[in-house]
Nanobody, 122 residues
Framework: QAQLQESGPGLVKPSQTLSLTCTVS??????????WTWIRQPPGKGLEWMGV???????YYNPSLKSRTSISRDTSKNQFSLQLSSVTPEDTAFYYC??????????????WGQGTQVTVSL
């Protein structure tokens, strides 16, 4: 069974770039036909799907975040990463990585990482 673990800074200054990494164990990020997603939940709000990197390296993003979001991977480390540029306090959220059982990352998500809190503040 795959396990996912998020890592990265818990505090980011406004206008900077938020960078998080998800380390996957118990399964390869290149295994067909899974995709690897980033989701976030701002305080008091619902889950927001941010984007996905599929097993073949293709990426797809939430249109509302596309201009600021980049998802990449390091297959040698079995990791995938999120970069969100020009952050504002509205990007403060709990950030999760999860495995999707479909190519575009919009189907069933399982498993999830435990999540990591990121606060955007001076």
């Amino acid at each position: 069974q795959a396990q996912l673990q998020e890592s990265g800074p818990g505090l980011v200054k406004p206008s900077q770039t938020l960078s998080l990494t998800c380390t996957v164990s118990g399964g390869s990020i290149t295994a067909s036909y899974y995709a690897w997603t980033w989701i976030r939940q701002p305080p008091g709000k619902g889950l927001e799907w941010m984007g996905v990197i599929a097993y073949d390296g293709s990426t797809y993003y939430n249109p509302s975040l596309k201009s600021r979001t980049s998802i990449s991977r390091d297959t040698s480390k079995n990791q995938f990463s999120l970069q969100l540029s020009s952050v504002t306090p509205e990007d403060t959220a709990f950030y999760y990585c999860a495995r999707a059982e479909d190519y575009y990352g919009i189907g069933n998500l399982d498993p999830w990482g435990q999540g990591t809190q990121v606060t955007v503040s001076l």
